[in-house]
């Protein structure tokens, strides 16, 4: 069985462009979640969807947005990039809802904002 | 929201030692706990999960024991060996809602000294 499929695994954007990061879940899997990671805040939860349907939402601006299609797959969007967005954009899948049941990471989204 | 603290930061043990590292919780309602490993350049691959109906479970080397009263839960790993060098990142979650998905702590970086 296919892993969760991360694209693209590395870019870089300058300040105030936008970036969209895609997302594959493991065959099977509905619901995918979307998780920052840096060296000083760690691993922070951005989004959960769910059959199409953002169930859960992190503390983040509006400036990051995301959706999934009927075959499950999400994308996540940042708008007018910051400096601080530079991170480890971390995608996850699991059978059900992010509630109890286990999450399978995929390799990550390396993002550089210059 | 939730909030979880980890510690230590950073645990360096002799090859064949114990490693424990502890995590708290702030929200009572929380009822999963996965424990995550992190290798350098990779993805978080969950070693190990505990529900709040379970006092302790164990997977050979590893060991989780979770106190609600108390709300902490810790890692063990007995006999440590070079590979359990990397990252690990305990989590919480509220099995059945809440909006938060998982709540990571910061991290362990756990060195295993030859």
């Known amino acids: 069985k296919a892993g969760v499929t991360q694209t693209p695994r590395y870019l870089i954007k300058t300040r105030g462009q936008q970036v969209t990061l895609s997302c594959s879940p493991i065959?099977?899997?509905?619901?995918v979640s979307w998780y920052q990671q840096t060296p000083g805040q760690g691993l922070q939860f951005l989004f959960e969807?769910?059959?199409?349907?953002?169930?859960n939402k992190g503390n983040f601006p509006g400036r990051f947005s995301g959706r999934q299609f009927s075959n499950s797959r999400s994308e996540m969007n940042v708008s007018t990039l910051e400096l601080g967005d530079s991170a480890l954009y971390l995608c996850?899948?699991?059978?059900?809802?992010?509630?109890?049941?286990?999450?399978?990471f995929g390799e990550g989204s390396w993002l550089t904002v210059v | 929201g939730e909030n979880v603290e980890q510690h230590p930061s950073t645990l360096s043990v002799q090859e064949g030692d114990s490693a424990v590292i502890k995590c708290t919780y702030s929200d009572s309602a929380s009822n999963y706990f996965p424990w995550y490993k992190q290798e350098l350049g990779k993805r978080p691959q969950l070693i190990i999960d505990i529900r709040s109906n379970v006092g302790e479970k164990k997977d050979q080397r590893i060991a989780v024991t979770l106190n609600k009263t108390a709300k902490h839960f810790s890692l063990h790993i007995t006999e440590t060996q070079p590979e359990d060098s990397a990252v690990y990142f305990c989590?919480?979650?509220?099995?059945?809602?809440?909006?938060?998905?998982?709540?990571f702590g910061k991290g362990t970086h756990l060195i295993i000294q030859p």
């Open positions: 065959s099977g899997h509905r619901s």
């Open positions: 969807y769910f059959s199409e349907t953002q169930r």
């Open positions: 989590a919480a979650s509220t099995v059945g809602g809440g909006a938060d998905g998982l709540t």
């Open positions: 996850a899948s699991s059978a059900g809802t992010l509630t109890g049941n286990t999450i399978y």
